[in-house]
């Protein structure tokens, strides 16, 4: 296996590139031949507590689509043309047997797709673990924090009998421990590409995120310590260009191409919501409880983002944008959202209205993970640019 | 070769259950359309998971949005309502009830019978079975800052079965958001034995109900269980259930069933009673609105009909002996939002699916995949492969919308259905005659 | 003579067959589908009619035994004549329409001008076409009248005065129209012995059996003992619904026919992609359609074909010279124009742009076969874009990709399957 201690920043940028390009899952395989209890869970976007999978001696897979890099065939035989592509890339990677050393697979309740999308693989990958996670709607913790904690005792015992594995408060705590720094860590990245995004680019920023949903919380760890020290050392002049917060793209994500694109176009990117279960809680948990599944349970409920896949007001969602929008000092806001999908769609005219009222300027676009021509983006992104600098 | 049947030729005759619903259709919204002089409190509240004993026990009048798209799409309405939506800045891509509802809202909220509609008291988001509830929910939010909310989130029967702790998480929201909304905007405490009764009449009515649906086990059948399902079997069991008048229009709807089974008669359509049944077919997915007539015409025309429709089970699943209980209305009402149709997963509707092709000998299964509705339409596909394998049934795929008139294209779907019935007719002839084809040809 | 009609009116091509009682083929035609469909409908029937009357002629020939001729040699290139002699009536249709135009419409000082060049393109045209036809180049069973004539044409007009051509060619669009939708009645012996009279060195004896025989077979009836017309656009025929029948089994049948063993069946039509699967029977037990979208068909070809200005005929060819596949993204007609200007500009090598078209249009074929249950031995590739040769290509990769070694059927012919699968059920019918 490869050391995640890269030479340089370009090293770092170039392994987090062969990792996100590898759709055999090479380092989770490696990983798991090392110890018999080893086991390896998939998930789909957004968010799924890691931290359990993590103290049961599991390796957390995120599985994100396979963008413009996998040709389908199968893929479209299970959904209709109305229907957004990630399932089809990941039903693709399923039936190809590329997914065939995962254990088990976990599909959030984020939309109705990845909702049936469970469905699909308890019938085609039947002798696998397929896990449906319903997130509370109910944040009362009495009422909804009950019902997830009974959730996910159900998780945590289905899970362990896959490799007899029992779970123990330390574990969990020191799971908490790892992912509270993993999450500081991104947040720190996360400062030098808002700070210096002309050092860390958008699509170099993806890419090091990216990593995070497939390594080891502690190889993460030590990869993203590393990667910060690399870029603190890069000098490099910054480019006239606008700050721009991209909203819409959690679960679906945009090809490469198309983020480097919006860049190349005059726009960096200070804010996005692409890999946004990396980030999900943004302060510090506490590690040494005696209950730490309560802490993961209180996190929830009080502590998730503003998130389409979470009930709220369209007010509230409204308010959060604008808040980033001031925090990061950015210009304007790029709504880009995978086609036919539901949840970030929804949300869209009630939060460029809140743009429009705050006189935050925006423009939108759909597009789909294998999109393969940016013509109109780049010429619309150059435009919200151009016309952003005039206004200044 | 079918035989054209002559249709209309019956001089069509309103059933009795049909006038009864029409008038207490008519009642319905004559109610709420005089709230003010009433004070009745007005709920927005969802089809699936929809809790009717429970309003009427607060004594509110229940307004189903979906219903409201649906109608504006039948009254050719829906069209001018997703553009107000989409010049709003709703994407084409998304559910059509949706930007049919906020479209017509925005348009002043005619209802059906052109009396404004009430706007909401109560908006109770019974977030059963489609995620895009929730969304529709929290835009409406925005449009009515003034209702109170109450949000009854049901989880989803992910591994085929009812977990207790989702009773329970149900259980507690009933009690602690549902109810205190219920009794601050009615004014009125919560009094289990009233619930209790309602729970009662319902269960009258769901017997009833499975009577009507079962009558399609004869052949012919004297139902027609998705176009009629949703024009004169389902709509009073949503609007009124747990009403004495609701158990009253279904015992009047069974004594017309029974009528037709006695005097051999088909299903009553648009054009009088079919009269030379060609298929039975069971179908997957909800009907189109914007072209209802004409959509269900083309099956009419060739004799085909519905003996059993899983979108007549969007509002509850009774097939498998559920019923609303007295006995713990509160547990009877989380287990009925648990069962509908779109909260079970993919394995179970296929189950469910397969009961109603053999329970009521159907000779063909068929899809219509609706562009809208993800909830219904994303994994019908592996459905359709599975039942195919499974009972070796022939299956038919079709594409329509909701209430998106641009995606009704009726030649395509003619065209489709054509070749459908075509395959089913050559089954048929095989099965009668096996050497309908001369040896030469096989030579 | 019994004999039963199919016709198969497509999207782009009308197409029939004609079957003897002994569910022989003795005859098919096809012409391109145009505005009037009952015109098309007829073209084909006509030169069906005309085929099965070339076919008699040639049993009636070969059972006589006249030694040492190669009457398949002599027909052939009797059947060249007789469809340029066809295209010479069409031809003097569509110049007098034409003329009538520049008469009706165009500026009276450019008059003079433009029929100057009309009368010395039209004795360029028609001995360019002539000996076209002669030397057996232009392809009856895909080229037709419009192609003929328009590529010709375009060539002989002057181009150096970019509004004089402009205008030439408009003049060429008003006309083609209402000229390819008018039927004419062609004089079938008479046409054959002008042909006849066009092939100087056949000699006297063969030219005379033939027209001995000639007189025999016209005095034979082909009116249709029962009929049943097919397609994409059968609604539009002016037949009665108990000659009509679904595209999906026509196609089946007319596969099953060709090739008994087969069980899957793709068929890939201007509008209309359908996966198949059939019993020993021919019967259809499954089929799939492409939904509302019409991306992935041959009228994507020819919107490709448009766009890179070359004829549909040639991109199939070109793709087979690609060194790799580019990687397309979308089927759909809307995008790709815009991805392949795309990779143009990046300098990609047009082959291997078209051969990931290609790829792309059988990748979603495939997508369609799997919802349809997947291909089973045989396999059977049929409709127009069956005669491309990289589209083949690419079904053979996929099939045994994703299905292992299987037999898999294609045939130049394979666009007549549905006309002829609608012949066997009419011929069905009656027996």
């Not at chain 1, 296996?1 to 170039?14: L, Q, V």
């Not at chain 1, 109705?112 to 319903?134: A, P, Q, T």
């Not at chain 1, 990216?210 to 480019?239: H, K, M, T, Y």
């Not at chain 1, 990396?278 to 009080?302: C, I, K, M, Q, S």
Request: glycine share 6%; hydrophobic share 40%; aromatic share 10%.
């Amino acid at each position: 296996m490869e050391t995640w201690m890269p030479e340089t920043y370009d090293d770092a940028i170039t392994q987090s590139r062969a990792l996100f390009e590898d759709l055999t899952y090479t380092y989770p395989r490696e990983w798991k031949a090392k110890a018999d209890t080893r086991r390896l869970i998939g998930y789909l976007p957004i968010y799924i507590p890691r931290e359990i999978i993590h103290a049961l001696d599991m390796l957390p897979v995120g599985l994100f689509g396979a963008g413009d890099r996998l040709p389908v065939v199968r893929g479209d035989a299970f959904f209709q043309s109305y229907i957004c592509h990630l399932p089809r890339t990941v039903i693709e990677l399923a039936l190809n047997g590329n997914l065939d050393d995962f254990d088990g697979f976990i599909f959030p309740s984020i939309c109705d797709v990845i909702r049936n999308l469970s469905g699909i693989f308890r019938m085609k990958m039947g002798d696998r673990y397929v896990r449906y996670l319903d997130f509370p709607q109910n944040f009362n913790p009495e009422v909804g924090g009950t019902y997830y904690r009974s959730e996910l005792e159900r998780l945590i015992d289905d899970l362990s009998k896959l490799n007899g594995v029992v779970l123990t408060n330390s574990a969990l705590n020191k799971a908490i421990h790892l992912y509270n720094r993993n999450r500081n860590l991104l947040q720190r990245l996360d400062s030098i590409r808002v700070d210096r995004p002309h050092v860390v680019s958008a699509t170099d920023f993806y890419l090091i995120r990216r990593a995070g949903q497939i390594l080891e919380v502690e190889e993460c760890n030590r990869f993203w310590q590393r990667v910060i020290d690399l870029a603190d050392s890069i000098v490099r002049e910054p480019e006239d260009k606008i700050r721009v917060v991209v909203s819409g793209s959690f679960c679906e994500q945009p090809p490469l191409g198309l983020i480097k694109t919006i860049e190349n176009a005059g726009c960096y990117i200070v804010e996005d919501d692409f890999q946004l279960g990396l980030n999900w809680f943004r302060h510090e948990l506490p590690a040494d409880t005696d209950d730490p599944l309560g802490v993961l349970v209180d996190a929830y409920l009080n502590h998730s983002p503003a998130s389409s896949a979470v009930y709220t007001t369209e007010e509230a969602r409204g308010k959060a944008l604008l808040s980033q929008v001031q925090e990061q000092k950015a210009d304007g806001v790029i709504f880009c959202a995978p086609s036919f999908c539901d949840p970030a769609l929804l949300d869209r005219p009630a939060l460029e209205q809140s743009m429009d009222q705050n006189h935050i300027k925006h423009f939108s676009f759909q597009y789909h993970e294998n999109l393969g021509q940016f013509h109109v983006i780049k010429e619309q992104a150059g435009t919200f640019a151009d016309m952003v600098k005039l206004w200044e | 070769m079918n035989q054209q049947k002559q249709a209309g030729t019956i001089k069509i005759q309103k059933e009795n259950s049909m006038l009864k619903q029409k008038q207490m259709l008519a009642e319905h919204f004559m109610a709420l359309s005089q709230v003010r002089e009433t004070g009745k409190k007005v709920v927005y509240t969802f089809v699936p998971g929809n809790l009717t004993e429970l309003i009427y026990t607060f004594d509110m009048l229940p307004v189903y949005p979906e219903i409201n798209a649906l109608q504006s799409g039948m009254r050719k309405k829906s069209h001018d309502y997703i553009r107000e939506a989409e010049d709003l800045g709703y994407s084409e891509d998304v559910c059509s009830y949706v930007k049919c509802d906020i479209g017509m809202m925005l348009q002043g909220n005619i209802g059906p019978t052109g009396q404004k509609l009430p706007d909401p008291d109560i908006l109770l988001l019974s977030y059963t079975g489609c995620f895009v509830f929730m969304k529709w929910f929290e835009n409406l939010k925005q449009l009515y800052p003034n209702a109170e909310i109450a949000m009854l989130h049901i989880p989803y029967q992910e591994a085929g079965r009812i977990e207790p702790d989702a009773v329970n998480y149900i259980k507690k929201q009933l009690l602690s958001e549902v109810i205190p909304v219920f009794e601050k905007v009615s004014g009125t405490s919560f009094e289990e034995k009233v619930l209790a009764k309602k729970m009662d009449l319902s269960a009258q009515a769901e017997d009833l109900l499975i009577e009507v649906f079962d009558s399609a086990q004869q052949k012919p059948s004297p139902i027609d269980a998705y176009f009629g399902g949703v024009y004169y079997i389902g709509p009073i069991f949503t609007a009124f259930r747990g009403s004495e008048s609701c158990v009253d229009y279904y015992r009047e709807l069974v004594k017309d069933v029974d009528y037709r089974i006695q005097n051999k008669l088909g299903p009553l359509t648009p054009d009088g009673y079919l009269e030379q049944e060609q298929y039975r077919l069971v179908v997957e997915g909800p009907p189109n609105w914007t072209h209802f007539r004409n959509f269900w015409k083309i099956f009419y025309d060739q004799g085909a009909v519905f003996v059993g429709s899983s979108y007549t089970r969007v509002g509850g699943v009774y097939d498998d002996g559920f019923r609303h209980s007295p006995d713990d209305p509160l547990r009877s009402l989380a287990e009925y939002c648990l069962g509908c149709y779109t909260n079970r997963n993919l394995p179970q509707r296929i189950d469910l699916l397969e009961r109603f092709i053999r329970r009521y000998h159907a000779d063909g299964f068929l899809v219509n995949s609706i562009k809208s509705c993800n909830s219904f339409s994303a994994g019908q596909l592996v459905m359709m492969r599975d039942l195919e394998e499974r009972l070796q049934i022939p299956v038919g795929f079709i594409e329509t919308d909701l209430v998106d008139p641009r995606y009704y294209s009726y030649s395509n779907i003619k065209n489709r259905l054509d070749s459908f019935f075509q395959m089913l007719d050559q089954r048929h002839t095989v099965r009668v005659t096996d050497d309908w084809l001369s040896d030469d040809v096989l030579a | 003579m019994k004999v039963y009609l199919g016709i198969d009116l497509g999207s782009t091509t009308s197409k029939a067959v004609i079957l003897d009682e002994n569910d022989h083929i003795i005859g098919r035609g096809i012409t391109n589908t145009r505005a009037n469909y009952e015109v098309a409908a007829e073209i084909a029937r006509m030169e069906a009619e005309f085929n099965s009357k070339f076919t008699l002629l040639d049993r009636e020939l070969q059972s006589q035994e006249n030694g040492t001729v190669n009457w398949d040699d002599v027909f052939l290139r009797l059947n060249h004549r007789f469809h340029y002699l066809q295209f010479e009536i069409r031809f003097r249709q569509l110049m007098e329409e034409m003329n009538r135009i520049v008469e009706e419409e165009v500026d009276p000082s450019q008059q003079d001008l433009i029929r100057s060049i009309f009368s010395r393109v039209s004795s360029t045209i028609n001995d360019t076409v002539r000996e076209r036809y002669f030397s057996g180049k232009i392809s009856i069973s895909s080229e037709f009248f419009r192609d003929v004539f328009s590529s010709v044409y375009l060539d002989a007009i002057p181009s150096d005065d970019k509004d004089i051509y402009d205008r030439l060619v408009a003049i060429y669009d008003r006309a083609i129209t209402p000229v390819e939708n008018t039927l004419i009645s062609f004089q079938f012996v008479e046409l054959v012995a002008e042909a006849l009279e066009l092939m100087q060195d056949l000699d006297q004896l063969h030219r005379d059996t033939i027209l001995n025989q000639l007189e025999n077979v016209d005095a034979i009836s082909l009116e249709p003992t029962d009929y049943i017309g097919t397609g994409y656009g059968r609604q539009l025929l002016p037949f009665d619904e108990k000659h009509i029948k679904s595209e999906i089994l026509c196609h089946a049948m007319g596969a099953h026919h060709f090739f008994p063993k087969t069980r899957t069946v793709l068929d890939i039509g201007g509008q209309d992609t359908k996966a198949i699967q059939v019993d020993e029977h021919g019967l259809v037990t499954s089929f799939q359609m492409n939904d509302r979208c019409a991306a992935g068909c041959g009228r994507y070809l020819g919107y490709i074909a448009d766009e890179m200005n070359i004829s549909v005929g040639e991109l199939g060819p070109l793709a087979m010279g690609a060194e790799y596949e580019s990687n397309i993204c979308s089927t759909c007609t809307v995008f790709a124009g815009a991805e392949l200007r795309e990779y143009l500009n990046l300098g990609e090598k047009k082959e291997n742009i078209l051969a990931g078209l290609h790829k792309a249009i059988v990748q979603r074929a495939f997508a369609l076969l799997a919802r349809s249950g997947g291909v089973r031995n045989e396999f059977t590739f049929t409709g127009g874009v069956a005669r491309n040769v990289a589209v083949v290509k690419y079904v053979k990769a996929l099939t045994i990709a994703n299905y292992g070694e299987l037999t898999i059927n294609s045939h130049w012919d394979s666009i007549f399957m549905g006309a002829l699968g609608a012949a066997i059920f009419s011929a069905r019918r009656l027996s």
